[in-house]
Nanobody, 113 residues
């Protein structure tokens, strides 16, 4: 049984930082392309970052230079370091393994002005 469990969300002021974590079980993160998506109220869910089976990463233009995706193969976890947060980053953030149907339950990130 595959589970992806996100944590680390919360309320932060603009300019602050948060680190999201995604704990995987039943799936090996280093064997998959892992990604973070987000869904803001009234908007579609879209991808913000991905990391392939090696070290290649890709980011949405809106988060480039502020967010960093990483992977800890020993812990079977994926992270999203978010710096210089902006109110428009407010959303529910989801972890997923691309090319699969596995998604976490999401973690809320709220950035206040």
């Amino acid at each position: 049984q595959v589970q992806l469990v996100e944590s680390g969300g919360g309320l932060v002021q603009a300019g602050g930082s948060l680190r999201l974590s995604c704990a995987a079980s039943g799936l090996i993160v280093s064997d998959n392309v892992m990604a973070w998506y987000r869904k803001a109220p009234g908007k579609e869910r879209h991808r913000v970052a991905l990391i392939n089976k090696g070290t290649y990463t890709n980011y949405a233009d809106s988060v480039k230079g502020r967010f960093t995706i990483s992977r800890d193969d020993a812990k079977n976890m994926v992270y999203l370091q978010m710096d210089n947060l902006k109110p428009e980053d407010t959303a529910v953030y989801y972890c997923t393994a691309l090319m699969t149907t596995f998604w976490g339950q999401g973690t809320q990130v709220t950035v206040s002005t």
